[in-house]
């Protein structure tokens, strides 16, 4: 054990890199059932339950619940995350219907017993639904079946409901035909949804969102090297124009690298433009690079969009102003406010609003940083290079949309922060530069293995 470290005290040498993947397992898992994300996963954290609770708190702000058979890891959060939505089976991300029916599922679970019927749910929850301006439950509708079906599914993905009998895919394709009963284990329903605040006495979704940056002077760094931490497990790569200056200080020192490589075994890359938690155990719910077309065709465009930027005989690349995290964070915020149902808002005296805790500025005015700006008529011509070239790679599906290929290519870029979308084009960002001179080679079985 490093007796002059703060984290994992108690944890001897022979067990430490158990602890680490436990830390790990809880910061990509924040809810784990008996059954998810599998049957190894409760026990693991269990068994470190004690130093779990007191190093996730002291590091991150982060409180983690053991009731019955769930594990929950209540997280602080600086701003919104628009990268991590729930998804479906088939892997598309939610929209505000299947959220809202997610969220209604969970009041019913909540006033259940033990078991229910799959159209005793969706009973309770068209009738919930119907009270909503815009939102409903038709059992005749397919549309709204479905939305339905994909909220249940997950729940059931995650154990918060075990199926006893009958089937889900039967009642969405027939409600008068098809049943499905529900076994509720009621430790993970009131375990999913933990809110900080009463919901209804917030106007604002950001008021969900972390305000500990006030106080005394201790209390202010340990605040900013909590979200520091929280910035570097949360992010793909955080960059120092990003953040407040109090965070970019100590995202800047040498401390961090080392709390975060004793706690997760994972080390800390630091450039002059920002730092990157580099992935090597499979910490990340998506990877980058990685298997699949959309991956490779996201790295070979970087390697692209790189080579360009770089290129001394080609023509000058332009620069423009890069995209302001902050006003981006604030137009999210509004997006998300959009929905918010003001008919059960109870407004409570609490003096003046202090607004996106995430939207404090950096040191640095980032309307004074230039990036490389790539057009959008090059992404094409690049994305039609790169399926000639590597044609093997990818599937004919593909070769007849290579629009598709190239818009998902992108979006999984921006991601992971080495793109930010603007009109017209892309703003390329630092982390591509990893990616520059990077050669590809492709095997007749399979790209995957041998582009890298």
């Known amino acids: 054990m490093s007796a002059s470290s703060r984290y994992a005290q108690d944890i001897a040498d022979i067990e430490l890199a158990d602890y680490q993947r436990a830390v790990r397992l809880v910061l990509r898992h924040p809810l784990i059932t008996a059954d998810w994300p599998d049957e190894k996963a409760l026990p693991r954290v269990r068994r470190f339950a004690a130093t779990l609770r007191r190093d996730l708190a002291e590091a991150f702000g982060y409180r983690l619940e053991l009731h019955g058979g769930t594990a929950r890891l209540v997280r602080t959060r600086d701003a919104l995350d628009p990268t991590q939505p ?13 959220y809202a029916y997610l969220c209604l599922c969970l009041a019913v679970l909540g006033r259940a017993g ?6 005793e749910l969706a009973d309770s929850v068209a009738s ?8 409903g439950l038709d059992p005749d509708s397919g549309g709204d079946r479905r939305a339905f079906v994909d909220a249940v599914a997950w729940l059931e993905e995650r154990g918060v409901l075990r199926l006893t009998d009958g089937s889900s895919a039967a009642w969405a394709s027939d409600p008068g035909l098809g049943e499905a009963l529900y076994d509720i284990a009621r430790d993970a329903v009131f375990a999913i949804f933990r809110p900080t605040r009463v919901i209804q006495h917030i106007d604002s979704v950001a008021g969900l969102l972390d305000r500990s940056l006030a106080g005394s002077g201790n209390a202010e760094r340990r605040a900013a090297a909590q979200s520091a931490r929280r910035a570097v497990v949360e992010s793909p790569v955080v960059y120092f124009a990003d953040v407040a200056e109090p965070v970019g200080n100590h995202l800047r020192g040498s401390a961090l690298g080392a709390d975060l490589y004793r706690l997760t075994g994972l080390r800390v890359e630091r450039r002059a433009e920002g730092v990157l938690l580099v992935d090597t155990a499979g910490f990340s719910t998506e990877r980058f690079p990685g298997a699949g077309s959309v991956a490779q065709a996201a790295v070979l465009l970087a390697v692209e969009m790189a080579d360009r930027v770089a290129d001394p005989d080609g023509r000058r690349v332009k620069r423009l102003p890069a995209v302001d995290a902050a006003a ?11 929905g918010l149902p003001t ?20 040191d640095d005015d980032p309307a004074e940083q230039r990036l490389p700006f790539v057009t959008d008529s090059f992404l094409r011509s690049a994305v039609d290079g790169i399926l ?11 070769h007849t949309d290579p629009q598709r290929l190239g818009d998902e290519a992108v979006a999984l870029l921006e991601r992971f922060g080495a793109v930010s979308r603007v009109p017209g084009g892309v703003l390329v960002r630092p982390l591509t530069g990893r990616y520059r001179n ?15």
Do not use: M, N
Request: aromatic fraction near 6%; hydrophobic fraction near 40%.
């Open 388 to 398: 000639s070239r590597y044609g093997k790679a990818f599937g004919a599906q593909w």
């Open 343 to 362: 008919a059960t808002l109870v407004r409570l005296d609490e003096g003046s609003d202090p607004g996106d805790p995430s939207s404090t500025p950096a």
């Open 86 to 98: 729930a998804l479906t089976k088939t892997g598309r991300p939610f929209d505000r219907q299947r």
């Open 128 to 135: 919930d639904a119907g009270r909503i301006a815009g939102l």
């Open 114 to 119: 033990v078991q229910i019927t799959l159209s």
């Open 438 to 452: 990077t050669v590809a080679t492709v095997s007749s079985r399979s790209a995957a293995a041998t582009l890298f």
């Open 328 to 338: 981006a964070r604030h137009a999210l915020v509004g997006q998300v406010d959009a």
